[in-house]
């Protein structure tokens, strides 16, 4: 997994001794600090539960899974050396039920528990049960997290420890008019923050007095949905910020490092999308400076083991502290590929009792590396999240420089209970151009059929000039909007390609009825005449992007085809080889030879060209379509992504404005306020909160107001 060789799990703990002229000394430290770990469970699920195992196993480390009733077949629970059930699906009932899975711990005889990040990672009064019952918590103290998970009291022990911040209001006042009066005072733009919040939840921007209670009573909810606690406050928003977060470290020896930055600025719903390290731009004075900064924000809460200080970043590289993030975060491989390190390792060997395994001396910055996060979600759709089936599932092949961190496999489906998160595509390179160039040559090789992902949108992301140039800041996407969602308009050299990939798909299908015809043991289902090509002529309507288009394809013999599209005539030719689902596709058109992957999905033709991933449909015969019916008519509002309603401001009857909050859903842990399209009155509401939705429901039917 890492670049480098591993360091094998001691027998024994070792500590720092400081040594002559600034040395560093390695002793064996007392029995009595010595926590042995051989079992470990993992507090969390899909990819950073696999992530931690893949580590802990490496290192002799047995696993304890715990799981979900939605998560049965999940593949963390696969790799586990064991696994057991913690309740229903929602995570209120399963993986926030910290005494269901500190019991798991006792009665499995794990010495350890490894959170992950989410659900308890950051939860001090979890660390503080597992203490009681004699488990190792693999995180900092309950007091470090308590410090720091609360943003007005981490603000003010920053300031104390000489760290920069940004001013507010941080104070226990939390009436709606003080918080505004804040706000006021403060100036608008202001960013309204839940304190115990963290991964862009319960975080809401207020652009002017207008829209700042809406956007209060939206953070709240989402806080108390996600932390229990709805306390907020109020920060000047800095306008252009760049994200920049400081990998530390600290041990129970009093030893703190940092392992370097890493620039999280590209965001969307105040949730990042890519992150690479170390952060373009930055001189090695501004670098150490900001490590520095955040070593002394760990060792003011006394820290122990892996934390990211959070920085925003302005025009001129001042930097001033954000908050803390007790726990391992989601971009961690970054660091990992610069320091040629193992977090987690480092996790369960200071946890265990052990020293750091290196000194800040010791640990060499070296290359580039990025993290793409791969979501079931649609862009285009203001990036709301998705659920369902991984239909088709192909990755970029892993290696030294790429690693995929994952907990879905094929066949798989994304949860509405849970993160949409698919993967993290993790690349390295000896400069910042080369990893980049590595990234969106794995982006075009991640190929997934079943639901909407954010792929193509990473590999334009990655593309863009600004990007390409370090120019990045948390306003990235609604900068650059435009450019990275152009207008898709298929070329009519795809739409040949389309054409070929369906004429080629159909004599697949005739040499395997063939075979099926002639060996009654064949796998492939017979079939009373082979569907060979033999149609000298032929026309082929296929639908891309909202648009169809009339292919008139000629068989010229010898494996040649004259295609038209729209009055142009194209001549093509190629082959086609089938390897575990997907089609390789070698088409020459006019000449021009391109290579593209294949997925047939039922009507649907998927090609996966070097720039993004098309759909290409046989429209439905038109008999096909007179039998839909079409559900919940009228006026109203649908859900635009699966999830659960979790509140109805409207009764039927009731009066509305274009704009009103009719509906607020939950989907993937985060909160949606549906609204109104247009005046009317609510005839029927049609869910009830608590009631699961899927993806286009009808929520709320509404009628034409009287006059």
Known sequence: MMRGASRPFLSQGWRFLRGGVGGWCRLQHSSAARRPINKLLIANRGEIACRVMRTAQRLGVKTVAVYSEADKDSMHVAMADEAHLIGPAASQESYLRGDRILGVAVSSGAQAVHPGYGFLSENAEFAEACERAGVVFVGPPPSAIRDMGIKSTSKAIMSAASVPVVGGYHGEEQSDERLAAEAHTIGFPVMIKAVRGGGGKGMRIAMGAGEFQEQLESARREAMKSFGDDVMLIEKFVERPRHVEVQVFGDHHNNYVYLFERDCSVQRRHQKVIEEAPAPGLSSEVRASLGEAAVRAAGAVGYVGAGTVEFIVDANHNFFFMEMNTRLQVEHPVSEM?????????????????????????????????????????????????????????????????????????????????????????????????????????????????????????????????????????????????????????????????????????????????????????????????????????????????????VVVEYLGGGRYSMDVGGEVFEVSGSMVCDNGTRHLSACVDGCVSRVCVVVDARDTHLFTQTGGWKVSVPAPKFESELGVVVGGGGGAVAPMPGVVERVFVTPGQAVEAGDPLVVMIAMKMEYVIKASSAGVVEKVLFEPGQSVAKNSPLVRLREPEE
């Not at 052990?354 to 010791?362: K, V």
């Not at 909407?452 to 000039?465: E, G, I, Q």
């Not at 064949?522 to 079939?527: I, L």
């Open 338 to 550: 610069i320091t040629n390190t193992d977090l987690v390792e480092w996790q369960l060997r200071v946890a265990a009792g052990e020293p750091l395994p290196l000194t800040q001396e010791e640990i060499k910055l070296s290359g580039h590396s990025f993290e793409a996060r791969i979501y079931a979600e649609d862009p285009r759709g203001g990036f709301l999240p998705g659920a369902g089936p991984l239909t088709h599932l192909s990755t970029p092949a892993p290696g030294p420089h790429v690693r995929i961190e994952t907990g879905v496999r094929q066949g798989d489906e994304v949860s509405v209970h849970y993160d949409p998160m698919i993967a993290k595509l993790v690349v390295w390179g000896h400069d910042r151009t080369t990893a980049l160039n590595t990234l969106t040559s794995c982006l075009a090789h991640y190929n997934i059929v079943g639901l909407n992902t954010n792929v193509d949108f990473l590999l334009s992301l990655a593309s863009h000039p600004s990007f390409q140039a370090g120019d990045v800041s948390t306003d990235f996407i609604p900068e650059h909007y435009a450019q990275l969602f152009p207008p898709r308009t298929p070329s009519k050299e795809l739409l040949c390609q389309a054409a070929l990939a369906q004429v080629l798909e159909e004599e697949l299908e005739g040499v395997r009825a063939v075979a099926a015809s002639r060996d009654p043991t064949s796998p492939f289902a017979p079939s009373p005449t082979p569907r060979l090509n033999h149609t000298l002529t032929r026309t082929l309507t296929l639908a891309c992007e909202g648009k169809e288009e009339a």
